[in-house]
């Protein structure tokens, strides 16, 4: 989501994350996905 904020220079990760996930749930759910496996296979 950090990405997308800095991508379109958005002033607040909050209005991606709100314009976005809702957009485009399988991006948030795939986003979330590398995440967990960053955070486990570390």
Not at 9 to 36: F, G, M, N
Request: proline share 2%; net charge negative.
């Amino acid at each position: 989501m950090k990405v997308v904020q800095e991508t379109l220079r958005l002033s607040s990760i909050t209005i991606a994350a709100d314009t976005y996930t809702s957009l485009l749930p399988q991006l948030a759910h795939k986003s979330a996905e590398d995440a967990a496996a960053v955070i486990l296979n570390a």
